[in-house]
């Protein structure tokens, strides 16, 4: 998967601090038209494995996203949105799928807890070599380092 954001930064909330991170399908996935199918039977899973789910939005005319919008606090995931746009053969698309997930807030301080994470912030940010792509098998990282 792409890695969008990688979900390392703590992000202030309320009195605390929350993490957020996006993965997408890389360039060329593709469900083989299986993608709406596919989507029912994320949304059937997530249903059965506690999720508290929110009614799948609808849009206009052309728009053939296919939302699902779900939390389970219990498992510290305040929002989780799985977005699809399923390919169109007949125009030369391909499936995009897109995956962003918010931790619940959490009581403490973001920045304090990034200091702990980073050391102090310097001019130059380091790159330590954060991977652009994560096998779709993998469990997705959150850190930049291998420990973790």
């Known amino acids: 998967m792409g890695v969008a954001e990688f979900g390392d930064t703590p992000q202030r909330c309320d009195q605390g601090y929350e993490f957020f991170l996006r993965r997408n399908l890389p360039d060329g996935f593709s469900f083989d038209g299986q ?3 596919r989507m029912e039977e994320l949304r059937s899973w997530l249903s059965e494995n506690g ?3 929110a009614p799948m939005p609808t849009y206009g005319e052309g728009i053939e996203n296919i939302v699902i919008v779900a939390g389970k606090p219990e498992a510290k ?3 989780l949105d799985v977005d699809m746009v399923p390919a169109n053969p007949a125009e030369g698309t391909i499936d995009v799928l897109e995956l962003r ?4 807030c959490e009581p403490g301080d973001a920045g304090a807890l990034l200091d702990q994470l980073r050391g102090p912030l310097t001019a130059v940010p380091r790159d330590d070599g954060i991977p652009d792509l994560e096998s779709p098998d993998a469990t997705p990282l959150f850190e930049r380092f291998d420990e973790g």
């Open 35 to 37: 993608g709406p199918q």
């Open 51 to 53: 999720w508290q789910l």
């Open 77 to 79: 995931v305040s929002r």
């Open 101 to 104: 997930a918010t931790s619940t």
